[in-house]
């Protein structure tokens, strides 16, 4: 399946995968502090951003789509970053491919993600008021408006249908009875102030994957890695550090 995807910077292949109605675009402040000690590999998943498609229904799908990504580009042996929607493509990987995943880093995500009806259901009837729905609950109460603005910018970018199959994935998501068998290196980020896949849901991760770490970051929502990017990115360098 053909993907746009950017390589930044040398060393060990680290590849970021975006959550529902986003774009490589949002790993921004990622690809900027981490390209000069490794390679920063940025994919966007089918029909979002640069890439061609309508979407995936699934988060098996959309696995694999990014498998083939990875094993198309040269590099051997990847970290692999998710958010949300993409931090259960990580979890997917590293279950069903975990001889090409050295390791996962897991920003607000959850091993199950129900999403809200009137979610499901506004992004196709309503998708800007929707959206802004959203939006008002993927920060924290501090989180500046330009901050906000651009989440909701970068989402408004991708097609309704698009971003349903997004939330579809997501909604149909469940591996609560197998996440603990998971056996790669894993670090879980998560904002304190995360409404949308709450605190509780990267407890139960630390819980049940062997050898992992949590780390909470203050006053930051469910876009944490753009509210407070320079704790992710730290986070993000020492995890990968301590694994070589």
């Known amino acids: 399946m053909d993907m746009h995807i950017e390589r930044h910077g040398a060393g060990q292949a680290i590849l970021f995968i975006h959550g529902s109605g986003c774009s490589s675009a949002i790993w921004h402040w990622q690809k900027e502090y981490l390209q000069t000690s490794m390679e920063v590999v940025l994919i966007d998943l089918p029909g979002h951003g640069r890439s061609p498609g309508d979407g995936c229904g699934s988060v098996e799908e959309y696995g694999d789509a990014a498998y083939g990504a990875m094993m198309g580009s040269g590099s051997t042996g990847y970290y692999v970053a998710g958010h949300s929607l993409g931090g259960a493509i990580a979890m997917f990987l590293a279950l069903s491919h975990p001889d090409a995943v050295k390791g ?3 920003i607000g995500t959850g091993a199950r993600l129900r999403v809200l009806p009137r979610i499901l259901e506004g992004i196709l009837k309503e998708k800007e008021r929707t959206l ?3 939006n008002a609950l993927s920060f924290s109460k501090s989180a500046p408006a330009a ?4 989440a909701l910018k970068e989402m408004a970018a991708s097609r309704p249908e698009v971003i ?3 939330f ?3 909604d149909r998501f469940d591996i609560m009875d197998s996440v603990g068998s998971i056996r ?4 879980i980020l998560c904002g304190e102030d995360d409404t949308l896949t ?4 990267s407890l139960f991760l630390k819980e049940k994957i062997a050898g992992s770490e949590l ?7 469910h876009m944490v890695m753009i509210e407070k990017p320079d704790e992710v990115n730290k986070a993000i360098e020492a995890f990968i550090k301590d694994c070589l």
Request: proline share 6%; net charge neutral; charged share 25%.
């Open 198 to 201: 709450p605190v509780r849901y």
């Open 215 to 221: 780390t909470f970051i203050k006053h930051a929502g």
């Open 104 to 106: 996962i880093i897991l």
């Open 147 to 150: 901050t906000r603005e651009e």
């Open 164 to 166: 349903h199959k997004d």
């Open 184 to 187: 790669v290196p894993a670090l």
């Open 132 to 134: 802004q729905d959203i």
């Open 168 to 170: 579809t994935a997501c």
